[in-house]
């Protein structure tokens, strides 16, 4: 096996905190690597270049991982650390999604400075997201809300917030728990009235599917559990051609030996929501079934006409 590692990451404060935790659970489950053999490459994306813009009309998801990829292919790194949400449902050849960290907390937060809950926000009050699914869910519980763009990594966000840029914002409480930043929720909300993003919580890394020697170096790092729920998920949002230009949601979990999953999609105003759910055996074939099925289910519910009419609110929104 080799003796040091590169692993490739984005340059963000959680990104860094993710490929930290990477590193001391490689450095923890193998006696012949110490600190000093892995070594940690920050990777600038395309997607953390645009800060001026909707990354919808930038090309989307993978402009996030591209650049991570371009160099796990060429051989510059051994492995990738991403947020599962990040990534693209369909991977260049050669690349694997082989190791899963245990799930964080899936949920989102509400935060604001002013206001103890989404519910306590006065008509009409601002709210910051680029999350057409955020948005979604927001306005299906409170039409009266005005929705504005908010980019950039939690601290930017949140700076944006202390700026007055927003009433209140939304996060992920997985990224405020890995930042030691859970403090900053002022409301965590239910998975019943708003669930998340497909694979939110879960870490991910991507490796050369050559590589039998990464692959052994990362097993004692991956979660089976973690792996099921993700792989039904993004199936939904495959079937679904998903990306950040439709609000999807997912939540799939596991007991008695069973994958359970609810999904659903929405119009951009969530007036409109299309929901179903379902359950199946824990492997990773009936998960993947599951999640394919469930969406090639809420695209016959929702109807070709639904999704031209999305596209064309969203373009409408972005312009």
Do not use: W
């Not at 939540?251 to 008695?256: G, L, M, P, S, V």
Request: glycine letters at 6%.
């Amino acid at each position: 096996m080799q003796q040091s590692i590169k692993i490739g990451t984005r340059g963000s404060p959680l990104a860094l905190a993710q490929a930290e935790d990477v590193k001391a659970r490689l450095v923890a489950a193998h006696t012949d690597l110490a600190p000093g053999n892995v070594e940690i490459v920050v990777i600038k994306t395309t997607g953390d270049r645009i800060l001026d813009r909707h990354l919808m009309n930038a090309g989307g998801k993978g402009l996030f991982t591209k650049e991570i990829e371009d160099a796990l292919i060429a051989g510059e790194i051994d492995c990738a650390v991403h947020s599962s949400k990040d990534m693209p449902t369909s991977l260049p050849d050669g690349l694997v999604l082989s190791t899963f960290l245990k799930r964080e907390d899936a949920r989102d937060v509400f935060i604001s400075a002013a206001y103890g809950s989404l519910a306590d926000l006065p008509e009409g009050a601002t709210v910051g997201t680029a999350s057409l699914r955020r948005r979604a869910l927001a306005l299906r519980a409170r039409p009266d809300l005005k929705i504005v763009t908010f980019r950039g990594n939690v601290q930017t966000r949140l700076r944006k917030l202390k700026e007055g840029e927003a009433d209140a914002t939304f996060l992920a409480r997985a990224g405020l728990n890995r930042l030691d930043m859970a403090a900053a929720a002022t409301e965590t909300l239910p998975l019943d009235t708003f669930p998340p993003a497909p694979a939110q919580g879960a870490v991910t890394v991507e490796i050369r599917d050559s590589d039998r020697a990464m692959k052994a170096r990362l097993a004692p790092l991956h979660c089976a559990e973690t792996a099921l729920a993700v792989t039904a998920e993004r199936a939904f949002l495959a079937a679904l051609d998903g990306s950040c230009r439709t609000p999807i949601a997912a939540h799939a979990t596991i007991a008695d030996n069973r994958v359970m999953m609810r999904a659903m999609l929405l119009s951009l105003d969530g007036t409109t929501v299309f929901e179903r759910s379902g359950e199946a055996a824990a492997d990773l074939d009936a998960a993947f079934l599951l999640g394919r099925d469930l969406g090639a289910q809420v695209r016959a519910d929702a109807g070709e006409a639904f999704f031209e009419t999305l596209n064309l609110d969203i373009q409408r929104e972005i312009e």
